[in-house]
Protein backbone atom coordinates (compact mmCIF):
# COMPACT_ATOMS: atom_id res chain seq x y z
CA UNK A 1 0.00 0.00 0.00
CA UNK A 2 0.81 3.70 -0.71
CA UNK A 3 1.69 6.36 1.35
CA UNK A 4 -1.77 7.57 1.85
CA UNK A 5 -2.71 4.69 3.57
CA UNK A 6 -0.37 4.46 5.59
CA UNK A 7 -0.99 8.10 6.77
CA UNK A 8 -4.50 7.17 7.20
CA UNK A 9 -3.76 4.09 9.34
CA UNK A 10 -1.66 6.18 11.08
CA UNK A 11 -4.12 8.69 12.01
CA UNK A 12 -6.76 6.10 13.25
CA UNK A 13 -4.35 4.67 15.32
CA UNK A 14 -3.38 8.13 17.25
CA UNK A 15 -6.16 7.59 19.53
CA UNK A 16 -6.26 3.88 19.54
CA UNK A 17 -5.38 2.35 23.16
CA UNK A 18 -1.77 0.62 22.83
CA UNK A 19 -2.68 -2.17 23.60
CA UNK A 20 -5.26 -2.26 21.00
CA UNK A 21 -3.10 -1.29 17.89
CA UNK A 22 -1.61 -4.13 16.53
CA UNK A 23 -4.65 -5.85 16.11
CA UNK A 24 -6.64 -2.78 14.94
CA UNK A 25 -3.84 -1.78 12.58
CA UNK A 26 -3.77 -5.67 10.68
CA UNK A 27 -7.59 -5.10 10.40
CA UNK A 28 -7.66 -1.85 8.93
CA UNK A 29 -5.47 -2.62 6.37
CA UNK A 30 -7.02 -5.62 5.22
CA UNK A 31 -10.29 -4.21 5.56
CA UNK A 32 -8.48 -1.17 3.30
CA UNK A 33 -7.07 -3.34 1.00
CA UNK A 34 -10.54 -4.91 0.37
CA UNK A 35 -11.81 -1.71 -0.67
CA UNK A 36 -9.49 -0.58 -3.13
CA UNK A 37 -9.98 -3.81 -4.61
CA UNK A 38 -13.62 -3.35 -4.75
CA UNK A 39 -13.10 0.21 -5.89
CA UNK A 40 -10.48 -0.85 -8.70
CA UNK A 41 -13.46 -2.21 -10.75
CA UNK A 42 -14.79 1.14 -10.78
CA UNK A 43 -12.31 3.48 -11.44
CA UNK A 44 -10.38 2.38 -14.13
CA UNK A 45 -7.94 0.22 -12.45
CA UNK A 46 -5.74 3.04 -11.75
CA UNK A 47 -4.21 2.03 -8.17
CA UNK A 48 -4.46 6.07 -6.63
CA UNK A 49 -7.88 6.97 -7.42
CA UNK A 50 -9.31 3.62 -6.23
CA UNK A 51 -7.18 4.18 -3.27
CA UNK A 52 -8.42 7.52 -2.67
CA UNK A 53 -12.05 6.57 -3.58
CA UNK A 54 -11.62 3.54 -0.43
CA UNK A 55 -10.17 5.87 2.46
CA UNK A 56 -13.09 8.38 1.49
CA UNK A 57 -15.32 6.16 2.04
CA UNK A 58 -14.20 5.40 5.08
CA UNK A 59 -14.26 8.64 6.41
CA UNK A 60 -12.65 10.78 9.38
CA UNK A 61 -9.75 8.98 10.80
CA UNK A 62 -10.90 10.36 14.17
CA UNK A 63 -14.54 9.14 14.13
CA UNK A 64 -13.38 5.78 12.60
CA UNK A 65 -11.14 5.08 16.04
CA UNK A 66 -14.08 5.79 18.08
CA UNK A 67 -16.10 3.61 16.31
CA UNK A 68 -13.58 0.53 16.46
CA UNK A 69 -12.70 1.25 20.20
CA UNK A 70 -16.49 2.17 21.37
CA UNK A 71 -15.24 5.43 22.53
CA UNK A 72 -17.54 6.94 25.17
CA UNK A 73 -19.42 9.75 23.64
CA UNK A 74 -22.55 10.27 25.80
CA UNK A 75 -22.18 14.40 27.05
CA UNK A 76 -21.61 15.38 23.50
CA UNK A 77 -23.12 13.50 20.85
CA UNK A 78 -21.11 11.74 17.69
CA UNK A 79 -22.16 15.00 15.44
CA UNK A 80 -19.75 17.16 17.46
CA UNK A 81 -18.33 14.71 19.65
CA UNK A 82 -14.55 15.31 17.43
CA UNK A 83 -15.38 19.12 16.50
CA UNK A 84 -15.51 19.84 20.75
CA UNK A 85 -12.35 17.29 21.21
CA UNK A 86 -10.21 19.37 18.86
CA UNK A 87 -11.26 22.95 19.67
CA UNK A 88 -10.66 21.69 23.64
CA UNK A 89 -7.16 20.52 22.75
CA UNK A 90 -6.31 23.75 20.87
CA UNK A 91 -7.54 26.30 23.89
CA UNK A 92 -6.09 24.09 26.36
CA UNK A 93 -3.12 24.16 24.28
CA UNK A 94 -2.80 28.10 24.36
CA UNK A 95 -4.79 30.10 26.52
CA UNK A 96 -3.91 28.19 29.91
CA UNK A 97 0.20 28.77 29.15
CA UNK A 98 -0.49 32.32 27.60
CA UNK A 99 -2.46 33.75 30.86
CA UNK A 100 0.27 31.57 32.90
CA UNK A 101 3.24 33.08 31.15
CA UNK A 102 1.86 37.01 30.84
CA UNK A 103 0.98 37.40 34.90
CA UNK A 104 4.24 35.35 35.64
CA UNK A 105 6.19 37.62 33.48
CA UNK A 106 4.53 40.43 35.62
CA UNK A 107 5.12 39.32 38.63
CA UNK A 108 8.72 39.00 37.86
CA UNK A 109 9.40 42.42 36.42
CA UNK A 110 7.54 43.74 39.49
CA UNK A 111 9.80 42.55 42.33
CA UNK A 112 7.80 38.79 42.98
CA UNK A 113 9.63 36.53 44.86
CA UNK A 114 10.65 33.68 42.09
CA UNK A 115 9.51 31.15 43.85
CA UNK A 116 6.09 32.80 44.41
CA UNK A 117 5.71 33.18 40.72
CA UNK A 118 6.26 29.62 39.77
CA UNK A 119 3.67 28.73 42.42
CA UNK A 120 1.22 30.93 41.23
CA UNK A 121 2.12 30.20 37.55
CA UNK A 122 0.93 26.46 38.12
CA UNK A 123 -1.65 27.20 39.82
CA UNK A 124 -3.06 29.40 36.85
CA UNK A 125 -2.09 26.85 34.83
CA UNK A 126 -4.92 24.92 36.79
CA UNK A 127 -7.37 27.08 37.09
CA UNK A 128 -7.59 28.05 33.67
CA UNK A 129 -7.46 24.94 31.87
CA UNK A 130 -10.07 23.51 34.32
CA UNK A 131 -12.09 26.92 33.60
CA UNK A 132 -11.52 26.74 29.63
CA UNK A 133 -12.56 22.57 30.04
CA UNK A 134 -15.78 23.54 31.54
CA UNK A 135 -16.54 26.49 29.64
CA UNK A 136 -16.12 24.49 26.64
CA UNK A 137 -17.68 21.71 27.21
CA UNK A 138 -20.63 23.89 28.98
CA UNK A 139 -20.96 25.55 25.42
CA UNK A 140 -20.89 22.67 22.89
CA UNK A 141 -23.64 20.29 25.17
CA UNK A 142 -25.89 23.62 25.04
CA UNK A 143 -25.54 23.59 21.42
CA UNK A 144 -26.57 19.98 20.99
CA UNK A 145 -29.48 20.63 23.05
CA UNK A 146 -30.58 23.10 21.02
CA UNK A 147 -30.73 21.08 17.96
CA UNK A 148 -26.99 21.98 16.78
CA UNK A 149 -25.70 18.51 15.74
CA UNK A 150 -23.08 19.47 13.36
CA UNK A 151 -20.97 22.89 13.35
CA UNK A 152 -23.25 25.28 10.61
CA UNK A 153 -21.26 25.55 7.41
CA UNK A 154 -18.83 22.68 8.11
CA UNK A 155 -17.98 20.72 4.89
CA UNK A 156 -17.84 16.01 4.89
CA UNK A 157 -14.44 15.09 5.87
CA UNK A 158 -12.45 14.65 2.27
CA UNK A 159 -9.37 12.66 1.40
CA UNK A 160 -7.49 15.89 0.71
CA UNK A 161 -7.78 16.74 5.28
CA UNK A 162 -5.78 13.70 5.78
CA UNK A 163 -2.86 15.49 7.62
CA UNK A 164 0.44 14.99 5.84
CA UNK A 165 2.90 13.58 8.94
CA UNK A 166 6.39 12.91 8.26
CA UNK A 167 7.96 9.77 10.49
CA UNK A 168 9.80 10.88 13.44
CA UNK A 169 12.24 8.52 13.67
CA UNK A 170 15.23 9.22 15.52
CA UNK A 171 18.26 9.98 13.43
CA UNK A 172 21.97 9.68 13.72
CA UNK A 173 22.47 13.53 13.57
CA UNK A 174 20.29 14.65 16.39
CA UNK A 175 21.33 11.67 18.67
CA UNK A 176 25.22 12.51 18.38
CA UNK A 177 24.42 16.30 18.84
CA UNK A 178 22.28 15.62 22.04
CA UNK A 179 24.96 13.45 23.56
CA UNK A 180 27.66 15.63 22.50
CA UNK A 181 25.59 18.29 24.45
CA UNK A 182 25.39 16.24 27.32
CA UNK A 183 28.80 15.26 27.13
CA UNK A 184 29.90 18.63 27.35
CA UNK A 185 28.07 19.30 30.26
CA UNK A 186 29.84 16.89 32.39
CA UNK A 187 33.50 17.86 31.19
CA UNK A 188 32.61 21.69 32.03
CA UNK A 189 31.60 20.14 35.46
CA UNK A 190 34.56 18.97 36.12
CA UNK A 191 36.97 21.50 34.11
CA UNK A 192 34.90 24.01 36.29
CA UNK A 193 36.29 22.57 39.86
CA UNK A 194 39.98 22.58 38.54
CA UNK A 195 40.11 25.29 35.26
CA UNK A 196 38.24 27.95 36.00
CA UNK A 197 40.67 31.14 36.15
CA UNK A 198 39.74 34.37 37.38
CA UNK A 199 40.90 37.31 34.82
CA UNK A 200 44.50 38.98 36.19
CA UNK A 201 45.32 35.64 38.53
CA UNK A 202 46.95 32.48 37.73
CA UNK A 203 44.34 30.61 40.46
CA UNK A 204 41.98 28.33 39.56
CA UNK A 205 38.36 28.94 41.65
CA UNK A 206 35.59 27.18 40.97
CA UNK A 207 32.54 28.86 39.70
CA UNK A 208 30.38 26.92 41.51
CA UNK A 209 30.41 25.73 45.72
CA UNK A 210 33.27 23.00 45.72
CA UNK A 211 30.71 21.68 48.86
CA UNK A 212 28.40 20.55 46.03
CA UNK A 213 30.09 17.61 45.54
CA UNK A 214 29.24 15.97 48.14
CA UNK A 215 25.99 15.10 46.39
CA UNK A 216 24.58 17.49 44.59
CA UNK A 217 27.50 17.48 41.58
CA UNK A 218 27.84 13.50 41.33
CA UNK A 219 24.50 13.68 40.97
CA UNK A 220 24.18 15.84 38.07
CA UNK A 221 27.10 14.12 36.21
CA UNK A 222 25.16 10.82 37.06
CA UNK A 223 21.66 12.25 35.36
CA UNK A 224 23.74 13.35 32.76
CA UNK A 225 25.19 9.77 31.67
CA UNK A 226 21.38 8.29 32.09
CA UNK A 227 20.46 11.32 29.24
CA UNK A 228 23.38 9.54 27.29
CA UNK A 229 22.36 6.37 28.01
CA UNK A 230 18.73 7.08 26.78
CA UNK A 231 19.73 8.87 23.62
CA UNK A 232 21.83 5.75 22.80
CA UNK A 233 19.07 3.43 23.58
CA UNK A 234 16.30 5.36 21.71
CA UNK A 235 18.49 5.38 18.55
CA UNK A 236 19.40 1.38 19.19
CA UNK A 237 15.53 1.51 19.09
CA UNK A 238 14.90 3.89 16.35
CA UNK A 239 12.05 5.52 18.47
CA UNK A 240 11.27 6.90 21.67
CA UNK A 241 9.34 4.55 23.50
CA UNK A 242 7.03 4.72 26.37
CA UNK A 243 9.69 3.26 28.88
CA UNK A 244 12.41 5.78 27.67
CA UNK A 245 10.23 8.85 27.12
CA UNK A 246 8.67 8.04 30.75
CA UNK A 247 12.24 7.86 32.04
CA UNK A 248 13.90 10.80 30.67
CA UNK A 249 10.31 12.87 31.43
CA UNK A 250 11.89 11.67 35.01
CA UNK A 251 15.13 12.54 35.00
CA UNK A 252 14.29 15.90 33.50
CA UNK A 253 11.82 16.32 36.16
CA UNK A 254 14.04 15.79 39.00
CA UNK A 255 17.42 17.34 37.53
CA UNK A 256 15.35 20.87 37.05
CA UNK A 257 13.15 20.66 40.71
CA UNK A 258 16.80 20.42 42.08
CA UNK A 259 18.82 22.89 40.23
CA UNK A 260 16.30 25.51 40.32
CA UNK A 261 15.43 25.31 44.09
CA UNK A 262 19.08 25.41 44.68
CA UNK A 263 19.57 28.42 43.12
CA UNK A 264 16.82 29.87 44.65
CA UNK A 265 17.46 28.79 48.18
CA UNK A 266 21.12 27.16 48.19
CA UNK A 267 24.14 28.99 47.83
CA UNK A 268 25.56 26.85 44.38
CA UNK A 269 27.62 29.89 42.77
CA UNK A 270 31.28 29.86 44.31
CA UNK A 271 31.62 32.89 46.31
CA UNK A 272 35.18 33.27 46.42
CA UNK A 273 35.23 33.25 42.72
CA UNK A 274 32.62 36.04 42.68
CA UNK A 275 33.86 37.71 45.39
CA UNK A 276 37.65 37.75 43.21
CA UNK A 277 35.33 38.74 40.37
CA UNK A 278 34.78 42.03 42.44
CA UNK A 279 30.78 41.01 42.74
CA UNK A 280 29.97 39.09 46.00
CA UNK A 281 26.39 39.41 45.79
CA UNK A 282 26.56 37.77 42.20
CA UNK A 283 27.04 34.46 44.18
CA UNK A 284 24.14 34.60 47.05
CA UNK A 285 20.86 32.38 47.04
CA UNK A 286 18.30 33.94 44.72
CA UNK A 287 20.95 36.68 43.54
CA UNK A 288 19.32 37.95 40.09
CA UNK A 289 22.39 35.94 38.03
CA UNK A 290 20.87 32.70 40.48
CA UNK A 291 17.05 33.62 39.38
CA UNK A 292 18.15 33.77 35.66
CA UNK A 293 20.04 30.40 35.54
CA UNK A 294 17.07 29.20 37.45
CA UNK A 295 15.01 30.37 34.50
CA UNK A 296 16.80 28.83 31.90
CA UNK A 297 16.97 25.75 33.37
CA UNK A 298 13.05 25.70 33.96
CA UNK A 299 12.79 26.48 30.34
CA UNK A 300 15.06 23.97 29.11
CA UNK A 301 13.50 21.55 31.17
CA UNK A 302 10.12 21.87 30.14
CA UNK A 303 11.11 22.30 26.32
CA UNK A 304 12.92 18.54 26.60
CA UNK A 305 9.70 17.60 28.83
CA UNK A 306 7.72 18.34 25.73
CA UNK A 307 9.57 17.20 23.02
CA UNK A 308 10.04 13.52 24.44
CA UNK A 309 6.19 13.53 24.80
CA UNK A 310 5.27 14.19 21.79
CA UNK A 311 8.12 11.47 20.22
CA UNK A 312 6.02 9.09 22.39
CA UNK A 313 3.17 9.94 21.13
CA UNK A 314 4.74 9.92 17.51
Do not use: K
Not at 217 to 222: F, H, Y
Not at 230 to 259: N, Q, Y
Not at 288 to 295: R, T, V
Request: net charge negative; hydrophobic share 55%.
Amino acid sequence: MTGLTDRYVGEVLRTIPAPLRADVEQELRASIADAIEAESGTTGGDPATAEAHALSGLGDPARLAASLTDGPQYLIGPGLYWDYRRALRALLLVIPATVALTVSLVQALTGTAPLAVAIDGAWLLVVVGFQVAVWTTLGFAIAERTGVHRIPGRRAWRIEDLPDRPARAVGLGETVASVLGLLIGIAALAWQQVGARVPGTDDAVPVLDPALWSFWLPAAILLMSLGVLLHVLALARGRWTPVLAGVRVAADAVAGLAGVTLLLTQQVLNPAFFTALGHPQWAEPGSPLAQGLAWLIGVGVVIDIVDAVRRARA
